[in-house]
C-alpha cells in the first residue's frame, strides 16, 4: 500500500519532492534535536492546488498529514510520530510575496516565505511587516499564523493572529477556501481566519495570507537599562508607556542568570551593567516613530531622566549606531541559543497580567526553594505583553534524583497551578502540539475542551490533520 500512495504523491508533486529514507530525516526531529518521529514521506508541494491534492489523498487512503513550515516550535507540533505511517508536508516552496497593495496597506504572502524574506521585500519598498522573531531567518509565515506567533513587538502590533486580514487554506476534505481580500470589516458569518489562525494545521492547512503593512518608521532608538528589581521594571514599563505612547515598540526584560549564561556560553559577547551590583534585572527597550529622529530622542532622554529621578532605572546606554542596537538585540536572542546547549532545562512559556509578574516570580522563588532547594532559573521574556520565558536548570536534581521524569512533571505543575491561580496562561505563544498536550486536557477540561474537540471532530472528521496534536477528537 505504501508504494502506491507514494507513487500517487510523486505523481502530485514531482519526483524530486517526495522523499523518503535518510533524505527526509533532517525534518523528522525538532530544531533542538528533542523531539523526533518516523514519516512516511516528506512532501514538498509548489502551489495551493498541489497542496489540496496530497490532502484528498490522504483524506481517501485516512493517512495523517502534519503541515511542517520552518520546523523552528517549540511544542513538537509540526514533528511527525513515530508509526511511519504519517506525510509530513513541507510547505517552504510556497514561498512567493504575491501582492503588495500599498492603498490597502496589506501584502498577501504564501505560507513557505520565511519571516525574514518578506521583512527583507517589504523594507526595499519603505514598508513593514511588525512581526519580529529571533528565528526570523528560518520561521515562516505559515507557521507563524498556525502558532499565532507574538514576538518582541506584540506590545505595539499585536500577535500574528493581529495582522492577518485574510487567509487561503485547505479543509481537512481537500478542498481550497480563498479569501485574501484584505477586508478590515467582514461580518458575512462565521470567521473562519481567526478560527484556522492558532489552530497548529489541526483544522486546515494554511497556503497564503493576507497580512497588515506599515510604512517603516523613520527613526528607531533602542536603550540597554539596568534596573533594581522586577518591581522597578514594571513600574518602568508604565512610565514608558505614558512618555512614549505608541512608539514603544518593544520591552524585554531579562534577569542575571539568563545573561551570565550568555556570556559563558558566547565568550565575545559583552553584557552592559552585568557586574554592576545595583542592577538585578535588564530591559532592552526600542521605540519606533514616523518624524525627525531628534524629536524621538528628545522622547527618550526625557524619560529616563524621570526614570533615574524615581530610582526605576540604576544604569542606562543608548545605542549610539545600528550597530549597536543589533549589539543589544543579538544578546536578547543568544539566550535561547545558550540555553538550548545545556542539558537538563525545563522551559515554560508563560503569560501572565503584568500586575501578577512580580508576585508570580516571588512565589515561584519561593515555592522552588522549599521544594527543591537551589536551583538556577532564567527568566526574561517580552514583559510589554505579560509573556516570560521561564527556564529552571534541573541538573543538581538530576545529580541526586538521576530521572528527568520523576523531576519534570512535579516541576511543572508546580509552576502552572501558580500561574493558573494569578490568571495566567501555561502557553502564551509557543503553541500545545505534543509537549503540552496533557495540560490542555487537564486545565482546561470541561466545556472549554468539549468544545474544541468538537469543532476539531466537525472540521476533521477522519482526524488526518495533525493527528495527536492539541486536543482528541469526541467521540461519536
Not at 558566547?266 to 531628534?294: C, E, K, M, N, S
Not at 512533571?409 to 498536550?437: C, M, N, W
Request: net charge negative.
Amino acid at each position: 500500500m505504501s508504494d502506491e500512495i507514494l507513487d500517487q504523491l510523486r505523481a502530485i508533486v514531482g519526483e524530486a519532492n517526495v522523499l523518503t529514507g535518510a533524505d527526509k530525516a533532517p525534518y523528522e526531529a525538532d530544531w533542538r534535536g528533542q523531539v523526533s518521529g518516523v514519516a512516511l514521506a516528506l512532501v514538498r508541494p509548489a502551489t495551493a492546488d498541489e497542496v489540496s491534492r496530497v490532502v484528498r489523498l490522504c483524506d481517501a487512503w485516512h493517512i495523517g498529514l502534519v503541515a511542517q513550515g520552518g520546523n523552528t516550535g517549540l511544542a513538537a507540533g509540526a514533528i511527525p510520530d513515530a508509526t511511519g505511517t504519517q506525510i509530513l508536508l513541507n510547505l517552504c516552496r510556497l514561498k512567493a510575496v504575491r501582492h503588495i497593495d500599498r492603498p490597502n496597506m496589506t501584502v498577501t504572502v504564501e505560507a513557505g516565505c520565511t519571516l525574514q524574506h518578506l521583512r527583507e521585500a517589504l523594507a526595499d519598498a519603505g514598508l513593514l511587516f511588525p512581526l519580529s522573531l529571533g528565528s526570523e531567518g528560518s520561521c515562516t509565515i505559515g507557521g507563524n499564523l498556525a502558532t499565532n506567533a507574538g514576538g518582541a513587538q506584540a506590545l505595539r502590533f499585536g500577535n500574528a493572529r493581529d495582522l492577518c486580514l485574510g487567509l487561503e487554506f485547505v479543509t481537512a476534505q481537500g478542498e481550497l477556501i480563498s479569501e485574501l481580500g484584505g477586508l478590515r470589516k467582514d461580518n458575512t458569518g462565521f470567521d473562519l481566519r481567526n478560527l484556522m489562525i492558532g489552530s497548529e494545521g489541526c483544522l486546515g492547512i494554511i497556503t497564503s495570507a493576507t497580512l497588515k503593512i506599515l510604512d517603516a518608521p523613520d527613526a528607531s532608538l533602542c536603550a540597554w537599562l539596568g534596573v533594581p528589581d522586577v518591581e522597578a521594571a514594571v513600574a518602568l514599563l508604565a512610565l514608558c508607556q505614558a512618555e512614549l505612547g505608541s512608539a514603544l515598540s518593544s520591552f524585554e526584560i531579562m534577569n542575571r542568570t539568563s545573561l551570565t549564561l550568555v556570556e559563558q556560553q558566547f565568550p565575545d559577547t559583552t553584557v552592559p551593567f552585568l557586574h554592576d551590583p545595583a542592577v538585578g534585572y535588564w530591559v532592552l527597550l526600542q521605540a519606533d516613530a514616523r518624524g525627525p529622529a531628534i524629536a524621538l530622542q528628545e522622547q527618550i532622554e526625557r524619560l529616563l531622566e524621570l526614570a533615574l529621578e524615581r530610582s526605576v532605572v540604576a544604569d542606562a546606554a543608548l545605542a549610539d549606531s545600528l550597530q549597536r542596537a543589533k549589539g543589544f538585540w543579538r544578546i536578547r536572542e543568544h539566550i535561547v541559543l545558550a540555553q538550548a546547549k545545556l542539558p537538563h532545562v525545563v522551559n515554560f512559556d508563560i503569560a501572565l497580567p503584568v500586575s501578577a509578574i512580580a508576585p508570580f516570580l516571588a512565589r515561584a522563588a519561593k515555592a522552588l526553594e522549599q521544594r527543591f532547594g537551589a536551583l538556577k532559573v532564567v527568566n526574561f521574556g517580552h514583559l510589554g505583553d505579560g509573556n516570560l520565558h521561564f527556564s529552571v536548570h534541573t541538573a543538581p536534581l538530576q545529580q541526586r534524583a538521576a530521572q528527568t521524569a520523576a523531576v519534570e512533571p512535579e516541576l511543572r505543575a508546580l509552576i502552572y497551578d501558580l500561574v493558573i491561580q494569578l490568571h495566567g496562561s501555561f502557553s502564551a505563544e509557543h503553541g500545545i502540539g505534543t509537549a503540552k498536550k496533557g495540560y490542555l486536557s487537564h486545565y482546561k477540561a470541561g466545556p472549554r475542551l468539549r468544545m474544541m474537540q468538537d469543532i476539531k471532530r466537525a472540521l476533521d472528521p477522519k482526524g488526518i490533520l495533525n493527528p495527536g496534536k492539541v486536543v482528541e477528537q469526541n467521540a461519536d
